[in-house]
């Protein structure tokens, strides 16, 4: 059966699926030559493509617990935020980094360390950068990386030999990975599943969480092997949600599984504000309009941490006398919808924070003005 024909069937099972899943199963793993899914989460069994990431985070815990604030404060008040981001390098060094969402997205103190870091302190982040490059998660890192070019500085060595690095193996990766695809696809299309099958394998064995590797097997088992108890048992969606879990831009998997309000709300996002967006950043397009854009699609698609990311930075570079309202609102939706609530309240003093300093500041430019004027 040629593809055309089998995705327009995946395209008709979609429209029908409207059964809400009421069993949840194992996310799946890799797969065997039959098309079945071993019963294998990514989840139990983490896959460390480059164990090498995470001896590159102890130098970061370094940077981080030598944090200083950006001035100590001419009116004697003490500066918090510089204490978050080493209370987060001390939490990192004394409980250790093995479980990758536990230290960051799912830490409060991950997440001060992200909100006191100024605009051009990428050291929190990059944390999430090699902890997902060591887990595997290639997709979600290029995400991340997107991240950490706009917001690196530019005069430290550090940050763009590691982006480079990181920016190279990702590409070899995933460019080793999809040539076995490619080559599989053109197999299935000549009705030899079994060596496409094979190919598809090859290929998660180089990138065990290759979406597009995961979308062939899918499409196969949806033209071969689809048993119907599966649309009301949860694993027809499960393939498919778990394409979406490892990579959000995967734009064909929000159109498969069960029809969901908030998933039509995220395909629409993806398409009219994320990929756009983010393709245009990629490229060096107009920063403040599509990092603003692409935050909203972030936010309506519910990953909510890719949408505090491109928040802040939104935030620093549009700072005219007061932080923009509406962007602390979103970004504090954005932690409230992920656990974090109790993290903005930190938020709100770290403004203050730098509202006092520029204050400060322009009292001290006004002084010396004046006694300019004076002499």
């Known amino acids: 059966m040629k593809r055309s024909i089998a995705q327009a069937a995946v395209c008709i099972i979609a429209l029908i699926a409207t059964v809400s899943c009421t069993t949840m199963v194992k996310v799946k793993g890799s797969v065997e030559k039959s098309g079945h899914v071993e019963e294998a989460s990514f989840i139990e069994k983490p896959i460390r493509v480059y164990e090498k990431y995470n001896h590159s985070i102890p130098a970061l815990i370094h940077d981080l617990k030598q944090c200083a604030p ?131 394998h090859a290929a998660l064995k180089v990138f065990p969480k290759n979406p597009w590797a995961l979308w062939e097997i899918a499409l196969d088992h949806l033209t071969y092997d689809l048993d119907p108890d599966e649309m009301l048992d949860g694993r027809f969606d499960a393939r498919y949600r778990l394409i979406r879990q490892i990579d959000p831009h995967y734009e064909m998997a929000y159109f498969q599984g069960e029809n969901k309000p908030e998933k039509r709300t995220a395909a629409q996002a993806l398409a009219q504000k994320v990929l756009p967006n983010f393709a245009k950043l990629w490229k060096g397009g107009g920063a403040l309009v599509n990092m603003k854009a692409l935050a909203d699609g972030y936010f309506q698609m519910r990953e909510y941490e890719f949408a505090i990311y491109a928040y802040k930075y939104v935030l620093f570079r549009t700072y005219n006398d007061e932080f923009d309202q509406a962007i602390v609102q979103q970004i504090a939706a954005c932690l409230e919808a992920m656990g974090m609530k109790r993290v903005i309240p930190f938020l709100d003093q770290f403004m203050l924070e730098i509202e006092r300093i520029i204050t400060t500041d322009r009292k001290r430019l006004q002084t010396t003005q004046q006694q300019v004027a004076r002499s």
């Open 70 to 200: 950006v001035r100590e404060p001419a009116d004697g008040a003490g500066s918090h935020s510089a204490q978050w981001v080493i209370d987060f390098g001390i939490g990192l060094q004394s409980s250790g980094f093995e479980d990758m969402d536990k230290v960051t997205v799912q830490n409060e103190m991950y997440w001060k360390a992200i909100v006191a870091l100024s605009a051009n302190d990428i050291t929190a982040l990059l944390i999430r950068l090699l902890l997902l490059m060591r887990e595997g998660e290639l997709r979600r890192a290029k995400i991340v990386l997107l991240f950490c070019a706009y917001d690196q500085n530019q005069s430290w060595d550090r940050d763009s030999r590691i982006l480079q690095e990181v920016v190279k193996d990702i590409c070899e990766i995933e460019a080793e990975s999809n040539r076995y695809v490619e080559e599989g696809i053109q197999k299935w299309d000549q009705d030899q599943r079994s060596q496409a099958l094979e190919l598809y």
